[in-house]
């Protein structure tokens, strides 16, 4: 799945806020290498997304957001998406949807997901809405969009590649729940080669994180890095009869001093303060980094057009803003061809590395509350602008307004 489209209203803070993924022109100079299908060369989608907005604008509640429709993909457990969706909706009395355009690198096909939260008067609680078309040889992603929104009901048939469901909440729920589930099933193959990876920022699951998650030459890279009076990093074993089963690290400073990491990369032996918060955040990073090393080595050892889903929240908070930006750019380089990677942060320095201008995207909350996308290759015509001297003169509106702390110097 590599997603081409996001769409969310009335959820959360989003307002009608539309993320379009696809690429409308060709950069001319891109280090971003293969943003485009390999059979369908003229479909082009962005491979890195690097999202910035002030604070509480929805950068981790569309991480959320996004993970639970991709889970719903591969689920179909409709009453836990309802149960959701009721539960972030902003106005109960309004309908909210949420819209899901993707891609499946193995089939070439576009596939459209629509599901719709009624409003709380409604005897049924969700209607969904799912399309899906093979893309055209020559067809660009607008193009295919374009022909994946003119198929309705009354215009599906096998033999051109077409696919429509739309699921009627008037049905009772077995037949409901049977029809969504009979169409996705024809699609299997699909929803089985995709998967994904989201750090959201104060969320990671522990229970989550897999024994051999953590490189340690990664851990060791990106921590000695971190902090300088970090020696070594070694990995702790437990024997296991004749196995040897790892369950942990040690982190060794120059003055003899050590910490002792659990598998999942917690520290054990009550040292937390020893470590910085920036060095503490990197051993998190070093675990989704190393995800997307093993990622990588085995898609392709097994089948290059499984695709996958990164998601990185404000990771690097209390980092060094050329640390981050190294860290950024590894992940990047080591992304496996059908990969995506969200990233979101507050640091400006990251505006000036040498991304394409669609690899940006700001989130921008207007006084009401409400929250939309800012693509700023949609208001620019070159790829070449100098998109941080526009977000410091907040053409974007997306700095925070300090009105109310400055009212402070006068208490």
Known sequence: MLITKFFADNLYSFDNAELDLTIQREPKRSIIDAEYLEERPKFRFKRVCILSGANATGKTNLGRLMHSVQHFVVSHEIEPMATYLKKIVSDASKKASVQLEYVTPIDNKLHLLEIILLPENTSKALLIKYRAILIPKNATAQASRKKLLSIDSTDVSSKQNKIYIEANPQQDDITYLS?????????????????????????????????????????????????????????????????KEPTGFLIKFSNSHQVILDIAGEMTNGSMERLSKGTYEAIHVANFVSRVFSDRDYIQSKNNTISLTYYLDESMAFSHTELEIAVVNLIVQKLPRFAQFFYTTHNHDILEMAYPTHTYAFLAKKRDGKTHFIQPEHLFKRNDRQLINYVKNNVFHTLPKTTGIDKLLDY
């Open 179 to 243: 029809k969504v589930i009979e169409i996705w099933n024809q699609n299997k193959s699909d929803t089985a080669l995709f998967g994904w990876r989201y750090y959201l920022s104060h969320t990671i699951n522990k229970q989550e994180i897999q024994k051999s998650d953590i490189k340690i030459n990664v851990l060791q890279n990106i921590l000695t890095t971190f902090d300088s009076s970090i020696e070594e990093v070694t990995e702790i074993f437990t024997k296991q009869g004749k196995d």
